[in-house]
């Protein structure tokens, strides 16, 4: 493979990024800006708190999601089962979340564990399996879909304390998904940057022989990244089954579609290797903010598909661009 | 009269052509001039700028600034597909064949000769194009068969007869004999000859001497991406060449090493390594660091067995193919044995993955720098130490000012050439890369080091100083397996030779009292 040096002189590499993706990541914040400046100027809503705090909440969910699938797109992998675990996750949640049954942390860390379980299951298809992770993935969102209708009897699971129920809710003012959603990116960007098993993330992805060479249990590494993106999907559904204070065995739907065009636009390649939770973060708040912008503007859901997805590949056109 | 018959108005004229990537100054006004009918050598240590300006004619690279003439008009070359259609063509290092399709249908490929309807592409048609074009190269490759099942140098020749189809002018060869040998460097040689005297322009590029004196009529040298000198070749021998390249005048290529062995021979036989000569033990007692036995993996190698000592260097010879590499995979874990055993000072190990290889001190510097070696996406720093990362951290965590220091510590003590360690190691020349991978194997502090064609494609300085680390290792008392095809290198290095031929072990030689022929005989097929 043809490596053309980047052109840019005098380019100063900070210490913990791997890859310098400041370049990439100027872009994208240059596009947040100019974004958010006309809609500032177009509505007067927009550039309020109460809109900020929207925006922010509204991408919680997928923000917890892209960056758990940061994980394995960082390994050269892809997970497509993101939103049946979403509900999976929820209804076991829900199930376990009745008034007065168990105390709040039991049906939290449950749909975490299903959701890891679930990863852990999709980790060990493709590493000791050898299924492509596309083939392996494609099948656990059938089947986890399956067993979120099974747990659940094909209804909502509501009645649910409102202590449970207060993970949707604020704290201090600051939604606590938007709260939850800090948390797993600042942990997940120093993880990453910090630890041997997430340079080991990087060098997988980057060449996965090269990296077995070196001595690195590739198959473990693989096996930890589906299931850290599982257990932050098991997250991700049990927080949008406190919010929406049910457990839907049809929620989620297409969410692993969002999320992973989240962490593309944020300068993450598809084949591994590059990229980060940095990038992937300003991914999921552009999509946010152009969604509220749309919103907004009053255009109609029916356009605002069409406009995300233009989103989706011109970034990622322009990303190309830029790096040539 | 203007001209001279010799010296007709040059196929292809480079002018002054500059590159500057991430403020390196790649070439420095450079300038080179093809001629129909002759073959240009370009020479240049690795990093001195060949494939740069290659790639600048291939129109991989646009030039910063200078032109390119072509029949002395001035044309742009902005892509792949431009520099073809103007009759340049690139046989590149890596060879880009479509394995899955046949001889016939690669030679043809975008070219097919196809009915005007429907464009059904006309089988017979193309396999006579393919043969003819084969053909002219004198070359025999049956057309049916798919490209995966060719050897290497049958590839080179059906991109070769590509480039024909395409009616190139101009043919640039980049290293093509690094990965054949013997009888197929001969035959690619014919090829060449058969390709210069149709009128073909040919820049090849090489690191083997004796290969430019044979195939090149002209030689340009190129050093840190400046233009040195442009003579024909009957005006050089390898010395002054060498001279040109490195800038100063060198000692045969393994004087250093070499006397530095001898004397460390003499040492030894004086008196023994301190570990053997404890009074109550006997020579024999301290076990080798690794022996093999009766080691074999079906269709690779079968009863192979050695020992390798302390502070020896034990050198693998043989032809492509012949099983030696396997050997050294196997020892590492990348493609485990089927039998035998392994012993590592006496002990039977089992390995079957580089992790538990790397466990009993065995270390290794793959053949293949891309494939295996080097990870394209992290940095200089963090290729070096990827295999010894468990050093440089605090439990879980990466201790990032260690982890420079260790990484520093190996580009200073291998000189890698490199603007920071944090440069993505992808943009290093060939052989600081090939240092990186050295510097990684050795970080670990293995005591067993596997070194699988160690100067393969890289400049004859890096040669010199890997063979100078060669000999350091084995002064520092490490196991040392050696595998080479350049036959002077394996010679001059090993402390004792073993040829291998189609998967077995076919002779142990003494190095200082055989000679490249004996060497030939003994992995000749039978």
Redesign the interface.
């Known amino acids: 493979m043809p490596c053309p040096p980047e052109t840019s002189p005098g380019r100063r590499v900070p210490p913990l990024a791997s890859v310098g993706p400041w370049l990439q990541r100027f872009g994208i914040v240059v596009g947040l800006v100019v974004i958010c400046t006309s809609l500032a100027v177009m509505t007067p809503n927009f550039a309020t708190p109460g809109n900020t705090i929207n925006v922010a909440r509204q991408i919680s969910i997928n923000g917890i999601l892209a960056v758990g699938v940061t994980y394995v797109l960082l390994t050269g992998g892809v997970d497509l089962s993101l939103g049946s675990v979403v509900a999976l996750a929820g209804v076991v949640a829900a199930t376990f979340a009745r008034p007065g049954e168990y105390p709040v942390f039991v049906p939290i860390l449950l749909g975490i564990l299903a959701g890891g379980a679930c990863g852990a299951v999709n980790g060990l298809v493709v590493t000791w399996g050898r299924v492509a992770p596309f083939i392996a993935t494609l099948g656990m969102m059938t089947v986890a879909r399956g067993l979120a209708l099974v747990v659940s009897g094909g209804r909502p699971v509501s009645n649910m304390s409102p202590d449970f129920a207060q993970l949707g809710g604020d704290l201090a003012g600051v939604p606590i998904p938007v709260l939850i959603l800090g948390g797993v990116a600042a942990g997940s960007w120093w993880f990453l940057a910090n630890t041997r098993l997430g340079r080991y993330v990087y060098a997988v992805g980057g060449n996965e022989n090269a990296a077995r060479a070196a001595g690195i249990a590739v198959g473990r590494v693989k096996l930890f990244a589906y299931t850290a993106c599982g257990a932050m999907a098991g997250l991700a559904g049990v927080v949008l089954a406190a919010r929406i204070t049910a457990g839907q065995p049809n929620a989620g739907i297409a969410y692993e579609l969002d999320a992973i065009a989240a962490v593309v636009i944020g300068g993450t390649s598809l084949s591994g290797g590059v990229g980060g939770v940095g990038g992937t973060l300003l991914g999921a708040l552009l999509m946010g903010v152009i969604n509220n912008g749309l919103d907004l503007l009053n255009v109609s859901s029916y356009y605002q598909q069409i406009v995300k997805g233009c989103i989706i590949v011109g970034a990622v056109w322009l990303d190309r661009r830029n790096k040539q | 009269m203007p001209q001279v018959p010799q010296s007709p108005v040059p196929l292809l004229d480079a002018v002054n052509i500059s590159k500057a990537?991430?403020?390196?100054q790649a070439l420095d006004d450079v300038s080179l001039a093809l001629r129909a009918g002759e073959v240009h050598a370009l020479m240049g240590e690795n990093g001195a700028g060949k494939s740069t300006l290659m790639?600048v004619l291939a129109g991989?690279?646009s030039p910063d600034t200078g032109e390119i003439r072509l029949h002395g008009r001035r044309v742009a070359i902005r892509s792949p597909h431009e520099a073809m259609r103007l009759g340049i063509a690139m046989i590149h290092q890596e060879l880009m064949p479509i394995p899955d399709l046949t001889v016939a249908e690669n030679v043809t490929l975008g070219r097919e000769p196809a009915s005007r309807l429907l464009g059904r592409i006309d089988r017979r048609a193309q396999r006579e194009e393919a043969g003819r074009l084969l053909g002219l190269l004198g070359a025999d490759v049956p057309l049916r068969r798919r490209m995966r099942d060719l050897s290497v140098a049958q590839m080179q020749t059906v991109e070769i007869a590509k480039a024909l189809g395409c009616n190139a002018r101009i043919v640039i060869m980049d290293e093509p004999t690094a990965a054949i040998s013997g009888h197929e460097v001969e035959a690619l040689f014919r090829v060449i000859d058969t390709l210069r005297r149709q009128g073909a322009a040919i820049v090849y590029i090489t690191h083997r001497m004796d290969e430019v004196f044979r195939v090149a009529q002209t030689v340009t040298v190129l050093r840190d991406g400046r233009h040195v000198a442009t003579r024909p070749a009957g005006e050089l021998d390898e010395e002054r060449l060498i001279g040109l390249m490195v800038g100063r005048e060198l000692k045969p290529m393994f004087a250093a090493s070499v006397e530095d062995k001898e004397s460390e021979k003499g040492r030894r036989r004086q008196q023994p390594p301190p570990a053997t000569t404890r009074p109550d033990d006997a020579a024999e007692v301290e076990p080798v660091p690794l022996a093999v036995r009766g080691l074999g993996r079906a269709g690779a190698f079968h009863d192979v067995s050695f020992e390798v000592r302390r502070g020896e260097v034990l050198g693998l010879a043989g032809l492509m193919g012949a099983g030696r590499t396997e050997v050294a995979e196997a020892l590492?874990g990348?493609k485990p044995a089927h039998c035998g055993a392994i012993l590592v000072r006496g002990k039977p190990v089992r390995i079957r993955?580089?992790?538990d290889?790397?466990r009993c001190g065995i270390g290794?510097v793959?053949e293949d720098r891309?494939?295996?070696?080097?990870?394209?996406?992290?940095?200089v720093r963090?290729n070096i130490t990827?295999?010894s990362?468990?050093a440089c951290?605090a439990g879980?965590?990466?201790r990032?000012r260690r982890e420079a220091a260790a990484a520093t510590a190996g580009i200073r003590r291998f000189h890698i050439r490199t603007a920071t360690d944090?440069q993505?190691v992808?943009?290093l020349s060939g052989g600081n890369q090939q240092k990186v991978v050295i510097a990684?194997t050795l970080m670990?502090e293995p005591n067993i080091v596997i070194l699988d064609e160690p100067t393969r494609g890289i400049d004859v300085g890096a040669k010199r100083e890997v063979y100078g680390i060669i000999a350091r290792l084995a002064r520092e008392g490490k196991a040392v397996i050696l595998i080479s095809s350049e036959l002077p290198e394996v010679l001059a290095l090993s402390d004792r030779l073993l040829v291998m031929r189609q998967g077995r072990v076919a002779a142990e030689l003494d190095p200082s009292g055989t000679s490249q022929e004996e060497v030939l005989k003994h992995a000749m097929p039978a």
């Open positions: 990537f991430a403020g390196v790639r991989l690279h590492f990348l993955r580089p992790a290889a790397m290794m793959t891309k494939g295996y070696g080097l990870v394209p996406t992290l940095s963090q990827l295999a990362l468990r951290c879980p965590v990466v990032h944090r993505p992808g943009q990684r670990a």
